[in-house]
């Protein structure tokens, strides 16, 4: 960042708190375990603090990236210049609404949010419980597991632009398609979001919860560092199926490689760079082509 003294005295001096930290490794930040150091990283914790950072990077013209909990990001190896601001765990809480609702931060983890409906007997949010994002990645990218999808339970989003001003959409407004919404085009920030569940049998939700967890157990690399499924799903077939017919289960360039429990998967052997997972997406999706003459495009954000 070329002004990043200017930048700092301005954003310190009027958020002397905020928690910061300089040339900050990705790899530490995505579940990829691949990425070079983000030379500013900042971790608003309320929509204030966000809406600051935002006013001051937009009058400097900084670059700035958001980043939830980095499990659908593929990180660059020699870093990124300018601003990553990162939401998760720092804008947090949850909070019951009359009508089945609750009200959730953006950094507040699938996870928690599913457990917290769990408790209050709320029903809707299980499938969302084994996927490892945060609420504000989850809604901004409209994920969705096992005939669920965020789009189902979004009542409300509250979004900020990168000048730092806060609207309120509905569901409709959201423009939820698969694995996508319209902040992906505007590069509005999910500030928070209410989701409109059912009521339900909190021992009933939590069985739910277990079983679609141990399906994925079952069934997916949990033990080793991905980005989840590392292609959208084709218009036919399924990505998973497709690589696995190419002969494709195992095929690896580095200590990049794809699954050999989930050929949807691309893992990282130990130390895969940024550089070696690319090359891999594009020989996989060129080879996927070549056999069945369906190419495939990557799910996972290639910053
Ligand atoms: C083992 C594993 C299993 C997975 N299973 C699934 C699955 O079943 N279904 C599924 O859909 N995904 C799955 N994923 C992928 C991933 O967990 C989801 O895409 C998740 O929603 C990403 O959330 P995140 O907070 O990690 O976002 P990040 O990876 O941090 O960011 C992803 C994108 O969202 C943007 N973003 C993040 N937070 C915000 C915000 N508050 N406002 C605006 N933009 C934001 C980022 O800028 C980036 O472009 C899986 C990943 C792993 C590692």
Known sequence: MANLTVF????????PEIQKKFNEPMAKHTSFRIGGPAEVMLFPKNTE???????????????????????NILAPDDGISGLVIC????????????????????????ARCAVFAAKHSLQGMEFAH???????GGVYMNAGAYGGEMCQIVESVDVMSPEGTVKTLSCEEMDFSYRHSRLEEERGIVVSAVLHLAPGEESTIRE??????????????????????????????YAAALIDQAGLKGFRIGDAAV????????????????????????????LV???????LEPEVRIW
Request: hydrophobic share 40%; glycine share 12%; charged share 25%.
């Open 8 to 15: 700092q005295q301005e954003i310190f001096g009027k958020l």
């Open 49 to 71: 603090e966000l809406a600051q950072i935002l006013k001051v990077s937009a009058i400097m013209d900084c670059k700035t990236a958001i980043l939830g909990a980095g499990t």
């Open 87 to 110: 939401l998760k765990d720092a804008m947090d809480g949850m909070e019951l609404l009359p009508g089945d609702r609750i009200r959730v931060a953006a950094g507040v983890t699938m």
């Open 130 to 136: 084994g996927i490892p994002g945060t609420v504000g």
């Open 208 to 237: 739910k919860m277990q079983d679609l967890m141990n399906r994925r157990r079952t069934s997916q690399p949990l033990d080793l560092p991905s980005a989840g499924s590392a292609f959208k799903r084709p218009v036919s077939g």
């Open 259 to 286: 699954s050999e429990k989930h050929a949807g998967f691309v893992v990282n052997l130990g130390n895969a760079t940024a550089a070696q997972v690319r090359e891999l997406l594009d020989r996989v999706s060129g």
């Open 289 to 295: 082509a070549e056999a069945s003459g369906i190419r």
